[in-house]
């Protein structure tokens, strides 16, 4: 029977590990290294299991996440005595012949360090900051555990790879100046997802769908999706009547937004409008959210662009939290779950795309009538 906790007080732990709702593998199985399967690792201290979580990819299990970063800290002894002691080396040496180039780039930039900045592995500041930001890059989030637990792990880590046991208390290394001991803690502010981060999380899911795209057949009836106008999220989306020449559109200004609108898919095509005569040719008509917002080639589509993304992140979300998910699915379902950060801006993505749309059909078919009229 696996204890599962945190060595600090107060410390994050995931008792959790094969529920892909409670977030990504190294948070949800107390390792934070990705650390995958060596032999050495089953007799490594709070060892609890290898799991194979994606075909020909296996990870470790962990008790407590301060053993998952000693473990990893007993990884970076092995590769120093390797001969990789740098940022570059490390990372490419952990990608086993991969490129990592994208990664070593990441971690270069979020440390300050360069990828042939030589890592000392006594330096406590320095094994935490360059730690955390490979922890970052491989969950694909920010980090729950705090800098004490860190910390913590890299300390009894370092106290293991010198004498083969794992410290009551584990001391800061001699160049280091971090707090002695577990000291009291608690689980780390959440910070919001960078904006670098969004691009490599969209791209996921693209190629994610287009490798395992979900079977639409079994989807339920879409008439049961919750009603969008009573969506909390909704309520902190900017005010839209402040976008500038809004304010010049028919009545706009005092429609609750989406109560007031006629059906988003059910807009008329206006065929019976009288269409001017004359040799001039004629401009597509575009509202002022047309003209920002992909212009002519995505006039008319963003309503239905909206609804779809919203449906297809409500889809991952869905089998993520069902745990139905699988092959490259897998790893998006649980960056894009309801209750993580990215999942939360998709879906405020998809819900203003679609409002935005929606007033944009009312801006150009209000035009389209006051055109005809004047003619």
Do not use: C, H
């Amino acid at each position: 029977m696996a204890n599962f906790r945190s060595l600090t007080p107060g410390g994050f732990f995931s008792s959790t590990p094969m529920d892909k709702s409670t977030g990504p593998v190294t948070i949800r199985m107390n390792n934070p290294g990705a650390i995958n399967g060596a032999s050495w690792e089953k007799t490594y201290p709070g060892f609890f299991d290898t799991v194979v979580t994606t075909p020909g990819n296996a990870s470790t299990i962990f008790e407590a996440p301060e053993y998952g970063v000693g473990a990893w800290f007993q990884l970076m002894t092995k590769y120093r005595a390797a001969g990789a002691t740098t940022v570059g080396s490390i990372i490419n040496r952990y990608g086993g012949g991969q490129d990592y180039s994208a990664y070593v780039a990441t971690v270069a930039k979020n440390t300050g360090l360069t990828p042939d900045t030589t890592i000392n592995l006594d330096d406590d500041q320095q094994v935490l900051k360059f730690g955390k930001a490979m922890f970052r890059y491989e969950a694909g989030k920010p980090l729950p555990w705090s800098d004490d637990q860190i910390l913590y792990g890299i300390r009894g880590g370092r106290a293991f790879a010198r004498t083969g046991s794992w410290p009551a208390t584990p001391t800061p290394g001699p160049v280091g100046a971090g707090p002695v001991g577990p000291g009291p803690v608690g689980p780390g502010p959440m910070q919001p997802p960078a904006q670098d981060d969004l691009l490599p999380m969209l791209e996921k899911l693209i190629t994610a769908l287009a490798v395992n795209p979900p079977n639409l057949q079994n989807l339920p009836n879409l008439q049961g999706l919750p009603n969008l106008q009573g969506l909390p999220i909704l309520q902190g989306l900017p005010n839209l009547q402040g976008l500038p020449n809004l304010q010049g559109l028919p009545n706009l200004q005092g429609l609750p937004i989406l109560q007031g609108l006629p059906n988003l898919l059910g807009l008329p095509n206006l065929p019976n409008l009288p269409i001017p005569q004359g040799n001039v040719a004629q401009q597509p008509v575009m509202s002022v959210i047309d003209k920002l917002i992909g212009g002519q080639a995505l006039t008319g589509s963003k309503t239905i662009l909206g609804v779809l993304s919203y449906v297809v992140v409500n889809i991952l979300q869905a089998t993520g939290t069902l745990g139905q998910a699988s092959g490259a699915l897998a790893p998006i379902a649980g960056i894009v779950g309801a209750a993580t950060p990215a999942g939360q801006i998709l879906t405020i993505l998809s819900i203003a795309l679609t409002v935005l749309g929606a007033l944009a059909k009312v801006d150009r078919a209000t035009q389209t009538i006051s055109a005809a009229v004047k003619n």
